[in-house]
């Protein structure tokens, strides 16, 4: 009887480590969710209470969201627990601080016993030698918004963090720089860590080797860094495919080159992280067929290479691990990545919903906060339907179970010739080219000779590819039963199949598009508004403040019979106080505001142009596939437009 208990207990384990039981997890959980509110923080924002509107995910579900690991290792987790700021011995990890970074502070929890941001946790990972803590970070570091309104903070799960991760990375770096020379810091580090003397000489190794990691990591990435020096991503934005992209360079340089490789070879196989962009919400992407803003990555099944191949790459890009090792004439790729959390957290997201403007109305209760006009509303969707937004913002129903996307592809300006395009949404390309475009060396899968000089002679794509089915098929660590029943997960995760479609030109038959591939890469895709509220600031780079911003055109011209204003070419971003009239937050410049937070439309990469049909610039394509100029919408149609994409 004893051993049919002990096999009922495991067996009961085991169910509820493949499905993920969110309370069992999480312990006991409040409507809370473990925020905190922050007093006046480093930029003004403060918040007396924080709620949260229905999404379809109870408070375990969040917490879950938040607190489950992926198989990122960013630092040593004692090292970044009691890691002192650069100029003074408070935390690094302090609330104020990564406030000031705009990760959303929380309460210690019982899966967050130390309290750490939202999207921060406690990851583990063995290297055949010895398990290992590290700091890594969720999906929810990227993709958790609040907006605050009335003394008042509205979490919204899966919305855009405001997150600046290239000053936290910088900040990092000088924190453990400072760490490893003054003998004082490096002391008290290591006895609130609570490690001997005897061992101090150790220790000082393993923080010059964090200090050593980020800082090659910075070098490499960051466009300050960089020798084509690109533009600050500020916050809300990051360059998610470039650093990405570097990783995997990195890690096949390293696997080719060995423990003496330098940050020059890793800087030879790498490219400009010059592409910021916003960070993309969450809620119906496991619907989609085609995810990110530029729709490259197949979230069908296709063996494995679907969702879970997607996981994995992102995954890559915050700090998880891989290796190539030979095997005579095969390769394995031990890694840090998780794909049973991967497959769970995909999972996951498909029964999250999209926020409701009422809702969030309801919590904040002011009359400058209102719920929908539903007269202005009525009036919006005949405009959205005059102008056709639906050819490429498709309407869904945020609950319905069986809901589907199909991606609407338009192309970026000078991507096709003349000939073939008779028009563009015309927004910035620089993200969408350097994705097709950017080539690397593939390392140690072209030689391991250490004498093979590092030639960039392969599309990114195609290696990133092959090391996601590597890293997907290796089952040399970790659980057969987890890769196994993650793969199979993946397999049958998405139902849509190859459809994505482009709007702004004929489309190519299947011969034309398979040689044209590259070409058809070249564009941004549309996706359901549902919830876009929530999601300032607009256009794939962040460079529209609010919504009302969006229907103005990016240059002011003679219009004023109708009064048409146009797009700032400067505002502030990173402010969590929500605008209620404009739909975006604050971006008024004041004087005295620093300079992270300013946003400049006129760099490299920042450009606001685009997406202007509504403000009579952008040709639009009818339904009869005629192309027209329509007229500039007014000041009263603007606000009528506005108010209904509230409604979504």
């Known amino acids: 009887m004893r051993s049919l208990t002990i096999r009922a207990i495991v067996a009961t384990c085991l169910v509820f480590s493949l499905v993920g039981c969110e309370t069992i997890s999480q312990g006991f959980t409040d409507d809370k969710r473990g925020a905190v509110p922050v007093p006046k923080d480093h930029y003004g924002d403060s918040v007396d209470q924080i709620s949260y509107v229905d999404q379809n995910w109870s408070p375990s579900a969040s917490l879950w969201f938040y607190n489950t690991t992926q198989g990122s290792r960013l630092i040593p987790y004692d090292i970044f627990l009691h890691l002192e700021q650069p100029d003074s011995k408070e935390r690094f990890r302090s609330n104020t601080n990564m406030s000031r970074f705009r990760y959303l502070p929380q309460a210690e929890t019982f899966a967050n016993p130390d309290g750490l941001p939202v999207g921060w946790v406690k990851d583990k990972y063995s290297d055949d030698k010895e398990v290992k803590e590290y700091v890594g970070l969720t999906c929810a570091a990227c993709h958790t918004a609040q907006i605050n309104y009335n003394n008042i903070g509205v979490r919204i799960d899966g919305a855009p963090a405001m997150a600046d991760m290239d000053l936290m990375l910088l900040n990092l770096e000088a924190a453990l720089e400072k760490t490893k020379d003054d003998e004082v810091k490096l002391k008290r580090l290591r006895n609130n860590i609570g490690i001997s003397a005897e061992h101090a000489s150790d220790f000082e190794d393993r923080v010059a080797r964090a200090h050593e990691k980020i800082m090659e990591y910075n070098s ?70 085609f995810v990110q803003w530029n729709g490259v990555l197949d979230n069908a099944s296709n063996f494995g290479l679907g969702a879970l191949g997607r996981n994995t790459s992102e995954v890559l890009g915050v700090f998880a691990t891989f290796e190539v090792v030979k095997k005579g004439d095969k390769y394995r790729y031990p890694s840090s990545a998780d794909t049973l959390n991967l497959a769970r957290l995909e999972r ?260 606001n142009r685009g997406h202007e049909y509504a403000a009579g610039v952008t040709p639009i394509r009818m339904q009869d596939g005629s192309v027209t100029l329509k007229p500039a919408l007014n000041p009263k149609q603007r606000l009528q437009l506005v108010e209904y994409l509230k409604s979504l």
């Open 220 to 289: 490499v990435n960051s466009p300050s860094r960089q020798a084509e020096k690109g533009t600050a991503y500020g916050y809300a934005r990051l360059d998610a495919f470039g650093r990405i992209f570097n990783r995997i360079l990195g890690h096949l340089t390293a696997s080719q080159y060995g423990e003496d490789t330098t940050v020059e070879q890793l800087k030879a196989n790498s490219n400009p992280a010059n592409a910021p962009v916003s960070y993309p919400f969450l809620w119906d992407t496991p619907q989609h067929d």
């Open 348 to 607: 996951h997201i498909k029964k999250l919903w999209s926020p409701l403007w009422n809702d969030a109305a309801a919590i904040i209760d002011h009359e400058n906060f209102k719920p929908i006009d539903e007269t202005m509303s009525d009036a919006g969707k005949v405009l959205f339907d005059e102008y056709q937004c639906g050819s490429c913002h498709e309407a869904i129903q945020r609950d319905d179970k069986k809901r589907l996307v199909v991606a609407q592809m338009a192309t970026v300006s000078g991507s096709l010739d003349s000939e073939m395009s008779e028009i563009n949404i015309g927004t910035d390309p620089r993200m969408a080219f350097n994705t097709v475009e950017y080539k690397g060396s593939r390392g140690i899968l072209s030689s391991s000779s250490k004498d093979v000089p590092i030639e960039k002679d392969t599309p990114i794509l195609a290696v990133v590819q092959e090391v996601g089915k590597g890293i997907l098929t290796d089952f040399s660590r970790g659980s057969i039963l987890e890769k196994i029943y993650s793969f199979l997960m993946s397999i049958f995760d998405n139902p849509i199949k190859d459809t994505v479609k482009h709007v702004d030109f004929v489309a190519f038959d299947e011969e034309e598009r398979d040689q044209n591939k590259a070409t058809l890469l070249k564009s941004y895709k549309g996706r359901p508004l549902n919830g876009i509220w929530a999601t300032a600031p607009f256009l794939h780079n962040g460079s529209v403040p609010n919504l009302s911003a969006l229907f103005l055109p990016s240059e002011c011209g003679p219009n004023d019979e109708t009064g048409v204003d146009c797009r700032p070419e400067t505002f502030a971003v990173g402010q969590r106080q929500f605008d209620p009239e404009v739909v975006g937050f604050v971006s008024n410049i004041t004087n005295g505001m620093q300079k992270e937070l300013i946003f400049n439309t006129n760099l490299v990469g920042n450009s």
